[in-house]
């Protein structure tokens, strides 16, 4: 009986080892194929085809490589072109910058909706996927952009191409042909452009808000810990090169003809007529959006070693973290609530958009700014915005993040040091009352016959039919700028009363003559004496002034971007020290979504109205007001100045205020205390003898403190 129970004890015994064996072999096997399905997953390819020879590319320096080079797309574009575009965009479509404000800011509005709806979903999914797919719509929106280049006629910079702009006795065009060709222009108005471009600048916002937000978490979750922060430095690195290279580009794109491949024989860039191929620059970026999209698409949702990085990553963190993360997003209101009501935070916040404004509607413009104050061409002055800019900014970003650093400033002393840089840069805003005179034009700032030296009304009100132009019937003549030897700019040769031209073959440049509306005197009679050679009284182009002012306002201006971006890393350490280590992110992004709307959107429409108001002569084309061709210099630096000297202002009182609501931290105090007892201690025991039992009465004292 007994041996029965043992036997049937032992064959129980071998059916649960044959049922652990099993269990385990079928664990085993469940793991060899979650294992094997981790590894199909962390593939490089495309759907089901993920071939060996791709994986090449499965490694965290090509991602790197790939995200490196979306940045620097990115903002080559929002940044660096915008500028650029500005003036052709104006003069092609025949609208104005309040117009063009509104263009180059409306994609602020979808990048700041987008950048919290699709941060969340992207969180939550293939950050791969959500990053090509943007750079596909980012593509799309740039094409469109393009669009209106292809959709209108070819440019004409003179609609009397088979006749002539010179002073003529008879009309050049009857009432009817101008009506027909009015009647021509309304199907192509400017409304339909104007809305071609903020329907594409929507996209391309949709587009920038994934750029921004999840390619930097993408790159992190699939490199090491100790890598991260080099990669994320290198990527951000990049967001500060694209612009360098878009005024780069841009300044080359605009002296290639607006029409290329074709080029007029008798336009140079140069003149004033001259408009670049601005969309170049966005079919370029848009093929390189494409080209990138590729192999974003081709990444894994993880890469290789993902788990092992997470595992690193969780043993740096705590599992507390987690939970809080998770109860905020089911809280999401409460803890906005939090943010706003947290006032050093929203201070902090205010300052960061009152910049913004500064920064984005000055940079829209700049270019145009510092052509029509110093005369230096729309290229040249590409070329130096996007220099000031870019090492400007760079340039305070460094030296704030090093003088945060080696000043040790912590707390309240952090907030003081942006009030002081504010105050600063405040002051040094008045550098941009550094401007030139506006160049002498007949018509437009002086009147006909009138010496450049008398004094003249700077608001003197545009006519640039006068007198001795009357009989040439000028109305229907299209802008053609010469200079006259009296030293005055005219509108057209017709305006100039001018009757005779000729080309000189060595320099192509146009010579006009018997010129009725130009002074001219004995200085400029021919050295040969004779009458058969004619006195040449004008040349095509702009007079070029002598004012010498331009280097000082680009010292003074390069010390502005300076004083602008050294507040960038101190004011940072304020947001992410005034709130709770684990609402870092939503701070920051709270503050981003603000200086999106705040100064993003404002910024552009305020300085293009400003512009706007300081025109003195309009381009109006069938009694429509188009683009402006000349500015009143003193008005626009004027207008520019007071811009930037109040939102300065406001970034200064924002941080007074947050200096005002800083909590005073009970470390702060005890430094304070420890600090005065030491002085006490010190100037109580400056006579004692220096014996060894003085000596360890002070230490005793000094450590109870």
Not at 305 to 317: D, F, P, T, V
Not at 326 to 337: C, N, T
Request: charged share 15%; hydrophobic share 40%; aromatic share 12%.
């Amino acid at each position: 009986m007994a041996a029965g129970t043992e036997a049937a004890s032992q064959d129980f015994c071998a059916d649960i080892d044959r049922t652990n064996s099993t269990r385990n072999s079928l664990d085993q096997d469940q793991r060899y194929h979650d294992a094997l399905d981790t590894t199909i997953k962390s593939r490089f390819g495309y759907f089901k085809w993920s071939p060996d020879f791709l994986q090449v590319i499965n490694k965290p320096r090509w991602l790197l490589f790939i995200i490196a080079m979306y940045f620097t797309v990115a903002s080559m574009q929002v940044t660096g072109l915008r500028a650029v575009v500005v003036r052709p965009l104006e003069r092609r479509f025949n609208i104005t910058s309040t117009q063009v404000g509104l263009i180059v800011s409306v994609n602020e509005i979808t990048a700041s909706a987008g950048s919290v709806l699709f941060t969340y979903f992207a969180s939550q999914g293939h950050k791969g996927q959500w990053l090509g797919y943007g750079a596909l719509t980012f593509g799309i929106g740039s094409l469109l952009f393009s669009t209106p280049q292809f959709i209108t006629e070819k440019y004409v910079y003179s609609d009397l191409i088979n006749q002539s702009d010179l002073c003529s006795l008879s009309s050049v065009l009857s009432n009817t042909s101008t009506g027909n060709t009015c009647q021509q222009k309304k199907v192509y108005s400017s409304d339909l452009y104007t809305a071609i471009f903020i329907g594409a600048q929507i996209i391309i916002g949709l587009g920038v808000s994934t750029v921004y937000n999840v390619s930097i978490a993408y790159a992190d979750e699939n490199v090491s810990p100790k890598s991260s922060p080099i990669y994320v430095g290198i990527i951000n690195s990049m967001a500060a090169l694209g612009p360098a290279l878009g005024f780069l580009l841009g300044g080359i794109l605009l002296n290639i003809y607006i029409d290329w491949p074709s080029t007029p024989s008798d336009l140079t860039p140069s003149d004033p007529r001259w408009i670049g191929a601005w969309w170049l620059g966005y079919v370029i970026t848009a093929i390189l959006l494409f080209l990138i999209a590729i192999p974003m698409l081709g990444f894994p949702k993880h890469l290789p070693n993902y788990q092992r990085y997470r595992a690193e990553r969780k043993a740096l963190s705590s599992a507390k973290e987690d939970v809080e993360f998770k109860r905020r997003l089911s809280d999401f209101p409460k803890a906005l609530y939090e943010l706003l009501t947290n006032k050093v935070l929203m201070c902090t916040i205010m300052a960061f958009a009152f910049e913004e404004v500064n920064i984005s509607g000055l940079s829209s413009f700049l270019p145009k700014y510092i052509d029509s104050q110093f005369s230096l061409g729309l290229s040249t002055s590409v070329l130096i915005a996007g220099a000031v800019t870019v090492v400007g900014g760079a340039g305070g970003i460094i030296i704030g993040g090093v003088v945060m650093k080696y000043l040790n400033l912590y707390e309240d002393k952090t907030v003081k040091f942006c009030a002081l840089i504010s105050l600063i840069g405040l002051f040094l805003s008045l550098g941009l009352l550094i401007k030139c005179d506006s160049p002498p034009f007949a018509g437009v700032n002086i009147p006909y016959h009138t010496n450049i030296s008398s004094n003249y009304n700077p608001l003197f009100t545009a006519n640039i039919t006068g007198n001795c132009n009357l009989p040439c019937h000028c109305n229907e003549v299209k802008y053609n700028l010469i200079c006259g030897l009296d030293g005055k700019s005219y509108f057209s040769p017709c305006h100039a009363g001018c009757r005779k031209r000729i080309l000189n073959s060595k320099t192509n440049i146009m010579e006009y003559y018997d010129c009725e509306c130009i002074n001219t005197s004995d200085d400029f009679q021919s050295k040969e004496g004779t009458l058969s050679i004619p006195v040449r009284e004008a040349y095509g182009g702009n007079c070029q002034g002598s004012c010498s002012l331009s280097i000082p306002f680009f010292i003074l201006l390069a010390f502005i971007m300076i004083s602008t971006f050294l507040n960038v890393a101190p004011g940072m350490q304020i947001i992410l020290r005034s709130v709770p280590e684990n609402q870092n992110a939503f701070a920051v992004g709270l503050m981003g979504t603000f200086a999106r709307l705040i100064g993003g959107l404002i910024g552009p429409v305020i300085f293009g109205v400003i512009l706007d108001h300081s025109c003195s002569l309009w381009d109006e084309n069938c009694n429509q007001r188009g683009f402006c061709w000349a500015y009143h210099n003193d008005t626009l630096s004027l207008l520019v100045f007071a811009a930037m000297a109040t939102f300065k202002s406001l970034k200064l009182i924002a941080y007074l205020l947050a200096w005002h609501f800083y909590p005073v931290s009970q470390e702060s105090n005890k430094r304070n205390c420890f600090s005065d007892n030491r002085l006490k201690e010190k100037s109580n025991t400056r006579n004692i003898s220096d014996s060894p039992k003085s000596k360890i009465m002070l230490i005793t004292k000094v450590t109870t403190v």
